[in-house]
């Protein structure tokens, strides 16, 4: 069993409409990280939140909008998504700070038509 | 540009024998390597880590090896089971929370 829980596990929504991922953690962490994964390639980070502010975001578009409300819980809201945003979107937690390993959910299958 | 890399997309391993998975990187400011195992439908499970100041980490049927002069590190699984086949990705990070992660090597290990 994952200690970082998504959801919803898959999500299929159309280019106009607005949805939201889940993630959920309660080891404690005070970093979480939203990864994008496609098929046979390596996860590639999208934003980082330290102590519930953001503290990178890889140049990801708009239409992508993460929040960390509290220390357990991070969002990623998604509006007006491309097909070619369709992909595995996984999050991670960590303690804040150098050589400390992610921990990762399962991740949410996205499709977008 | 990919600034680490597993050259080998997959591997075939006997059970019982040696499975050695190799990682490349090009960063000499990475000082903080990880091993990641992930299943299908799953995601990437923490698998065993290693600190630029070690050459070696060992835990149990796993260890990783560190050549810093040579940018490349290693993972040995003695002996291979088959409920190790699974995609196996390195990452590595130069001291922030930032990790950058290969491209996986799929190894199969066949009872």
């Known amino acids: 069993d994952t200690e970082v829980t998504q959801t919803p596990k898959h999500l299929v929504m159309g280019m106009t409409n607005k949805k939201s991922l889940k993630c959920e953690q309660h080891m404690g962490h005070r970093a979480m990280y939203w990864y994008k994964q496609k098929a046979k390639k390596p996860p590639e980070l999208m934003f980082v939140?330290?102590?519930?502010?953001?503290?990178i975001n890889e140049s990801v578009p708009s239409r992508f909008s993460p929040e960390c409300p509290n220390s357990s819980l991070l969002n990623l809201h998604l509006h007006a998504l491309q097909p070619e945003d369709s992909a595995l979107y996984l999050c991670?937690?960590?303690?804040?700070?150098?050589?400390?390993?992610?921990?990762f959910g399962d991740g949410t299958r996205l499709s977008i038509l | 540009d990919q600034q680490v890399k597993q050259n080998s997309p997959s591997l075939s391993v006997q059970e019982g024998r040696i499975s050695i998975l190799n990682c490349d990187y090009t960063?000499?400011?990475?000082?903080?390597f990880l091993w990641y195992k992930k299943y299908p439908a799953e995601g990437p499970t923490f698998l065993i880590s290693i600190s630029s100041i070690k050459d070696k980490n060992e835990d149990g049927r796993f260890t990783v090896f560190l050549n810093k002069s040579a940018k490349h590190l290693s993972l040995h699984i003695v002996p291979s089971q088959p409920g190790d086949s699974a995609v196996y990705f390195c990452a590595a990070s130069g001291g922030g929370n930032q990790f950058y992660f290969g491209t996986g090597t799929s190894l199969t290990v066949i009872p």
């Open positions: 960063n000499s400011m990475f000082d903080y």
């Open positions: 991670a937690s960590s303690q804040v700070g150098g050589n400390q390993p992610q921990h």
């Open positions: 939140y330290s102590y519930e502010k953001l503290s």
